[in-house]
Structures are given as structure tokens and as C-alpha cells.
Antibody
Framework: QVHLVESGGGVVQPGRSLRLSCAAS????????MHWVRQAPGKGLEWVAV????????KYADSVKGRFTISRDNSKNTLYLQMDGLRAEETAVYYC????????WGQGTLVTVSS | DVVMTQSPLSLPVTLGQPASISCRSS???????????LNWFQQRPGQSPRRLIY???NRDSGVPDRFSGSGSGTDFTLKISRVEAEDVGVYYC?????????FGQGTKVEIK
């Protein structure tokens, strides 16, 4: 059974950094692309970034390009999102999702950007 | 970016009655390989999103057969043949053909 567990969320000041993790189990992690998708409180879903199964390719939403970095460690079955220069409007629940079409999702981790 | 437009944004439905959600894209979602990458997600209150339908009309494992997806090109529909109480939530379409991936605004389904 696919299991995705996000962690690393919390309260951070504007302009600061945070790194999220997504621990995967129940499938061959190294065979699947992985996404980050976020949801601001009371709002809809916003795609953030994707990384290929082997980490060789990444794509980002324009809103985070140059500030966020998606990466993975296939030996640890873990996906990461390094978030630098955080903004108040990026307060959201951050989800990781499996494969190119987001077949499975984690429970999310809340990031609050506030002074 | 491809804009995904859902309608309606709010859908009150009587239990046992059908429901239909439209999703239109600003560009064709047909990929170069001939496939169309349009997915539907359900988000129940307080829960993570769950994929219901992939590639327009393929139901995910465990999804009741009262859910069906259809459409082509730029015009897609999610139908619930008979709404049950557990179907309450927000439904999103998402295109997986173009970068960046984009979602519709969401349609809130509630019971009248």
C-alpha cells in the first residue's frame, strides 16, 4: 500500500528558508516521478514542482522558480522541497504526490509564513 | 499556462440524484502521443485530495462506478450518477499534458 508522509512544516518568518520532506513506502520509489502541490487555507490546489524518477529532470511553477528546489534521495525513499525566500502568501498545506498524474497523495504538512 | 475552468463552482445536489461538473481547458489536452492527460480529484472535508479519474475516463481502483469521466480536446465532464452523502467535497480537474501542470478552481458538491 502506497504511503506518503510529509514533514518539516512549521512557522517561518518571511524571507527565511524551510525544507520539507516526504517519506515514501509501499512502492518502488525510484521508479516514479514525484510532485509537490500546495493549498492555501480555504483555497484550491496549486502545483509547485515535479522531479523525474531518477532526479535528472525538474520543473517548477513560475511563482517558485529560482527560490524552491525539489530533490530526492532514492536510497532513502525520500522527496524534498527546499524553500528559500518564503513569502506570506506561500502559507499553505504542502502535499507530495506520486507519479506524473498524482495518483497518490500524502496527508500534507502546514507551512505558515508569518512575522 | 493552460487555464482550467470548472463550472459550476458550487453544486447543491439531492441525495440519489445525478450531478455533473464541467472542466474546460484553454488549449487542447491531446499530447503528441495521442493520449489526453486530464485527471479528476476529490477532496473530502479535512482530507487530502484523492484521484478518481485519470486520462479522461479511467476510474482509479476502489472508485465507485457511479463516477464517470468523459470528454475530449478541451471539454471534459465528471458525472456522478447518483449522489451519496460520502460524495460531499470539492472536485478538481487537473491537466497533465502541458507544463506547468494546472488545476481547475474546484467545484464544491453539497447535499441540498
Amino acid at each position: 500500500q502506497v504511503h506518503l508522509v510529509e514533514s518539516g512544516g512549521g512557522v517561518v518568518q518571511p524571507g527565511r528558508s524551510l525544507r520539507l520532506s516526504c517519506a515514501a513506502s509501499g512502492f518502488t520509489f525510484s521508479s516514479y516521478a514525484m510532485h509537490w502541490v500546495r493549498q492555501a487555507p480555504g483555497k484550491g490546489l496549486e502545483w509547485v514542482a515535479v522531479i523525474s524518477y531518477d532526479g535528472s529532470s525538474q520543473k517548477y511553477a513560475d511563482s517558485v522558480k529560482g527560490r524552491f528546489t525539489i530533490s530526492r534521495d532514492n536510497s532513502k525513499n525520500t522527496l524534498y522541497l527546499q524553500m528559500d525566500g518564503l513569502r506570506a502568501e506561500e502559507t499553505a498545506v504542502y502535499y507530495c504526490a506520486r507519479d506524473w498524474s498524482c495518483s497518490d497523495w500524502g496527508q500534507g504538512t502546514l507551512v505558515t509564513v508569518s512575522s | 499556462d493552460v487555464v482550467m475552468t470548472q463550472s459550476p463552482l458550487s453544486l447543491p445536489v439531492t441525495l440519489g440524484q445525478p450531478a455533473s461538473i464541467s472542466c474546460r481547458s484553454s488549449q487542447s489536452l491531446v499530447y503528441s502521443n495521442g493520449n489526453t492527460y486530464l485527471n479528476w480529484f476529490q477532496q473530502r472535508p479535512g482530507q487530502s485530495p484523492r484521484r478518481l479519474i485519470y486520462m479522461v475516463s479511467n476510474r482509479d481502483s476502489g472508485v465507485p462506478d457511479r463516477f464517470s469521466g468523459s470528454g475530449s480536446g478541451t471539454d471534459f465532464t465528471l458525472k456522478i450518477s447518483r449522489v451519496e452523502a460520502e460524495d460531499v467535497g470539492v472536485y478538481y480537474c487537473m491537466q497533465g499534458t502541458h507544463w506547468p501542470r494546472t488545476f481547475g478552481q474546484g467545484t464544491k458538491v453539497e447535499i441540498k
